[in-house]
């Protein structure tokens, strides 16, 4: 179905706009990694930058006359010269009432005890913590910051995240030159360890039989074919799966047309293990049948206390 003109119209409109994303958000949270890979994805990505530089700085960075000014990405957080979170959110207000300019505020959390797991491996000083326990330190950065997380257009919580699950999630929301159609990621996850924060739509699909309780099955994912064979067995488990697909079909050219560049469905039982990723490899395997770009990612089937997660990033 061809776009609308006023679609077309807004396409337009946002692609003569100069991206702009201020990374910010808790000190250990990923910061470097969302730089690094907006670096790679085309933007000037640009770390500890002054506040009252800003504005020089996007001018420094424009093009010559008649070539599209450089996509730009900026780091702040509370170890940056003459940092003030209420500055920050007057200056992006500003900007993002410039025409010319599209700006996004993107703020990054995680979990304290993640936190300090990671500037406990690291060995790195926390920025508030000269002295005082580290514990204490994040939380007075959250108290500082936290508020911040109202204003943001997209807040990513990177505690129980991979690397490579964040920088996925970073390009979807932020590629330069996509099409207008909706980037998907289809996720499993454990009820146990809570809903993903960065979920549009969440379904529990914890009705289904429980292939924890089989001894043979128990080691297994739902990754495995006996594990999704199991699953399948259920009654309910084909009327669920077309009932899900009937309600997904629908609206996934209605997000096309509002202008929605991602969209992630997240999928959980109680392990996150069986289940869960047995409906997840189903609906994205679906969904990539109808031409739709899908990013699968399972957040918890990995065997507990796997090391891994963004905080090689501070």
Known sequence: MPD????????ASQDARRPFVVVTGMSGAGRVTALHALDD???VAV??????????????????????AAPLAFGIDTRTYGFDPHDLVRRLQELRARPDIAARLLYLDCDSDTLQRRYTESRRPHPMA????????VAEERRRVGWVRDSADMVIDTSALSPHQFKQLLAGHFALGRDLATRLSVMSFSY???????????FD?????NPHYVPTLKPLTGRDSAVAAYVASDPGYRP????LKGLLGPLLPRFDAEGKSYLTIAIGCTGGRHRSVTVAEEIAGWLRGLGRSVTLSHRDAAVAGEAGGVGASI
């Open 4 to 11: 609308s003109p006023t679609t077309s119209l807004q396409a």
């Open 41 to 43: 994805m085309g933007y």
């Open 47 to 68: 770390d500890n930058v002054p506040l009252p530089l800003l504005g020089d700085l996007m001018r420094s960075t424009v093009g010559s006359p008649g070539e599209m």
């Open 130 to 137: 000269p002295d005082r326990p580290l514990l204490d330190a």
């Open 192 to 202: 146990r360890r809570g809903l993903p924060r960065e979920a549009d739509l969440v």
């Open 205 to 209: 699909v914890r009705f289904l039989k």
């Open 240 to 243: 669920f799966i077309e009932a």
